[in-house]
């Protein structure tokens, strides 16, 4: 190899590797679930990612839209369906159901009691927190679409996309979750 | 260099972690930064936390349940 082939070869890797070297420093998450554990579980993991100093992408589709819902959300200016879907759908981080030991909504105010006794950080304050520390939540326009919730219904200081958002921003990632 | 001291007892994961990377993002390199915790998890977190940051961390001592670290910003 000539000289200038060399440097040019050099030039190259020295771009690829600050690319990876960039993408440790993204993770990405899909928050599929709308159950109160499971959305513990990912505000906790995109906190300590936050903490150690990456950037981190919540992309939220289908039930975990219920996370990022207003407590104030109604159904007014909805058709029947999507009225009903807003009706049986819990709204915000409090109403949540558990994934398992639901008991008909006595087993989240049973884990709220016990969490708070030790200490555990709200569903509600972990949420404020990564956004504090500059999460990207993007909640996905498709499914609000189709259970007919609205911008103004789910939490300010969010962004709006589709599958090419979540894609985009893990193939940047070296981590990416589906909770 | 500054150093500041957190009172990190009562907590539970995440937050000190994450306390320790809000005290410690606000510092200037060099800045010390103590931290005590009763958190049993807060051992190996904080050792995960410096080796990803590239923060030093100077000490561990650990006294009954209260686990102390001592950090120098890099």
Redesign the interface.
């Known amino acids: 190899m000539s000289a200038d082939a060399v440097q040019d070869k050099l030039k190259e890797l020295e771009e690829r590797l600050a690319k990876v070297e960039g993408n440790r420093a993204n993770m990405t998450m899909v928050l599929f679930s709308g159950d109160f554990d499971k959305a513990m579980a990912a505000f906790i993991i995109a906190n300590g990612a936050l903490a150690m100093g990456k950037e981190v992408t919540i992309f939220v589709t289908f039930w975990g839209l219920d996370v990022l819902k207003k407590p104030t959300m109604t159904g007014a200016g909805k058709n029947v369906l999507e009225k009903m879907v807003t009706m049986m759908r819990p709204k915000g981080p409090a109403k949540l159901p558990t994934s398992k030991m639901n008991f008909a909504g006595i087993g989240p105010k049973l884990f709220h009691y016990m969490m708070g006794k030790k200490n555990v950080t709200s569903l509600q304050n972990l949420v404020d927190t990564a956004v504090e520390f500059g999460v990207r939540i993007v909640a996905c326009q498709m499914s609000m679409d189709v259970m007919g919730i609205k911008r103004e219904d789910l939490m300010d200081g969010i962004e709006f996309g589709g599958v090419a958002a979540f894609l985009g921003s893990s193939f940047d990632s070296n981590t990416t979750l589906f909770i | 260099m500054a150093k500041t001291t957190l009172d990190l007892k009562?907590?539970?994961?995440?937050?000190p972690?994450?306390k320790?990377?809000?005290a410690v993002k606000k510092g200037a390199s060099g800045d010390v930064f103590e931290a005590v915790c009763d958190d049993a998890g807060f051992e190996p977190d904080v050792h995960?936390?410096c080796k990803?940051?590239g923060h030093t961390l100077n000490s561990l001592t650990k006294a009954g349940k209260d686990i102390t670290v001592v950090i120098t910003k890099k």
């Open positions: 009562g907590m539970s994961c995440p937050m972690i994450m320790v990377a809000a995960a936390w990803e940051t």
